[in-house]
């Protein structure tokens, strides 16, 4: 298990890494990778903090420490600011907090299930200190698309540095 440490904040963080596919069954349940859920122990959570992904037809999940860093977003912006409101709505507002059972599951929500077109199977994909639940085919093009951003932007890149 690989972990990662945050030198401002002088803490250790387990990552979520690699993708794995579950079944969902007809009542939205669905298995937390074995992978994950060692991340979510080791962060002292029972439960996982989800919400629709705000720039992706997919559900953002972690555990405590996403949690605790969305509220540091939010502590970082004006409490009456237009821009701290609509955060909090997107993100507050549509948040859940979904309780892993004995067994390693949580339910789905049917907003969240909607909100990512997830029928009966799920990709879970690690992001580091998050991870996301996608329908499978909607995360293999969303792949496709995000490899040929990196290709594209690492040529930029490798242009920019020859000039160096």
Not at 34 to 47: E, G, I, T, Y
Not at 65 to 72: K, R
Not at 138 to 150: G, M
Request: net charge negative; with cysteine; glycine share 6%.
């Amino acid at each position: 298990m690989i972990s990662h440490k945050y030198p401002y904040y002088g803490i250790t963080m387990q990552l979520f890494l690699s993708k794995f596919r579950n079944k969902v069954d007809n009542k939205g349940r669905v298995s937390i990778p074995a992978q994950f859920r060692n991340v979510l122990l080791k962060d002292n959570s029972q439960k996982i903090f989800c919400y629709p992904s705000l720039d992706a037809e997919a559900i953002d999940a972690g555990g405590e420490n996403l949690a605790s860093n969305i509220y540091e977003l939010m502590d970082n912006l004006d409490p009456y600011s237009d821009e701290r409101d609509i955060l909090s709505t997107a993100l507050f507002g549509l948040s859940e907090e979904l309780k892993i059972d004995n067994d390693g599951r949580v339910i789905l929500s049917k907003p969240l299930i909607d909100h990512a077109h997830i029928n009966d199977e799920v990709i879970f994909v690690g992001l580091g200190e998050k991870f996301q639940i996608w329908e499978p085919n909607r995360f293999d093009a969303y792949l496709i698309e995000a490899q040929k951003k990196v290709k594209e932007q690492r040529s930029l890149l490798s242009k920019r540095n020859v000039g160096n």
